[in-house]
């Protein structure tokens, strides 16, 4: 319950804080670079999805690493983790996990947004400050 809040906590004030503040920036850099709306829109939400995954995993890995009791006596068995057990298994599958979140939410984005894109069943929306909602 206290990690999903957290996560629930940094996505939905933290990700509106950090956009309000940093926003302008963000615009001026797409301006001076000549970033067209795709790629601005591909490279936002690819980095913040990749960044909220990040976030959001490392919360778990403090909370599970550091085998906190109030996390421990929920556990649904009596095994050891396995990072624990098996040490190197867990570490491949921690690997390729990593490998396939990446692929998923980077390389399949492209795949389906590019062609929608092209075909123009895309529509821009405004990305000026003065539309984006406030965080409060």
């Known amino acids: 319950m206290i990690v999903a809040a ?3 906590i940094s996505f939905f004030v933290g990700v509106p804080y950090f956009a309000d ?9 797409k301006d ?13 939400n690819i980095t913040m999805h990749n960044t909220i995954h990040l976030c959001a995993n490392l919360v778990y890995w ?5 085998e906190f009791s109030f996390i421990e ?17 867990w570490r491949k599958l921690v690997k390729k996990s990593v490998l396939v979140l990446l ?18 069943l895309i529509e821009e929306h405004s990305i000026e400050q003065t539309m984006i909602p406030s965080p409060i």
Do not use: C
């Open 6 to 8: 957290l996560i629930f």
């Open 21 to 29: 503040k940093y926003w302008p920036a963000i615009l001026e850099l």
């Open 32 to 44: 001076h670079y000549g970033v067209t709306y795709n790629q601005m829109y591909l490279g936002v």
């Open 62 to 66: 403090v909370f599970y690493h550091n």
């Open 73 to 89: 006596r929920y556990k649904s068995n009596e095994d050891p983790w396995p990072w624990h057990s098996d040490a190197e298994s």
């Open 103 to 120: 692929f998923n939410g980077n390389v399949i984005a492209l795949v389906v947004y590019l062609p929608l894109t092209m075909a123009g």
